[in-house]
């Protein structure tokens, strides 16, 4: 039986609603119910600037007052620069620090403000940090399905960049598709391709999708070799410069359903599942 790892983000479902602050203490209470499921990690929060992800300000708060006693899953946080990284590498219960690094240059600059340059110097010192501190970085390689800007993008040029993190250190690399542009041709030949050649990478999926298309990528990253699935329940969040607004984040009951059929092993608790996603849709809906 096959295991697979599924990573839940609230962070990523929160992060780009702007019209009302989430109560940390709400926050809070959904995430203690996503510890309970038995996803391996959760994606929780963020050390970013406050001016530019305003919903995720109180990430500290919110560890505070999880209750980690009673679960077997991880906490990441993602960082966009050295001071980001060096604030979430003090919190003894995050695990993995995660690292958003575009092969677009375009985006990059709209994401972090750095070059693609610039970002190899930081993920160098994050990989330095997390050494130090006993965590673990994920590098999430964003565009890696397709580029909107105009930028250069093929399979070649994703090989590449997935040479380079390797040769860095990076020894989890999950591909990004940022703006819901992957095919399910793409998703194969890349994961089938590296998966192979970097025996000590593992390789993750984080695919948005719109509701009709969902199947058809996470058949093809997991029939490539890929075991490790970024999620949100609902689908809720995703990138806010998809071109379709139906385009979220991979929903995670789809994923559980599918691998359920393909019995596929995800220590997912399915009466603890059923719970969080009605805590998500109490949250969600009171937005």
Known sequence: MNKVKIIECPRDAMQGIKTHFIPSEAKA?????????????????????????????????????LDLSKTESKLLAIVANLRGAQDA????????????????????MRNTGKTIAESVVILNQILEIADKTSKEVVAYLSMGFGNPYGDPWNVEIVSKWTEKLSEMGVKILSLSDTIGSSTPNDIGHLFSNLIPKYPNIEFGAHLHTTPNSWFEKVDAAYKAGCHRFDG???????????KDELTGNMPTEKLVSYFNQQKAYTNVNAMCFESSYNEALKLFNSI
Do not use: H, W
């Open 232 to 242: 949100a329940i609902k689908g809720y969040g995703g990138c806010p410069m998809a």
């Open 29 to 65: 209470q959904y995430i203690n119910a996503l510890l309970r499921v038995g996803f391996d990690t959760i994606d929780f929060g963020s050390f970013v600037s406050p001016k530019a992800i305003p919903q995720m300000r109180d990430t500290s708060k919110v560890l505070s007052l």
């Open 89 to 108: 590498s003090k919190f003894e219960e995050i695990n993995y620090l995660g690292y958003p690094f575009s092969i677009s240059e375009i985006f990059q």
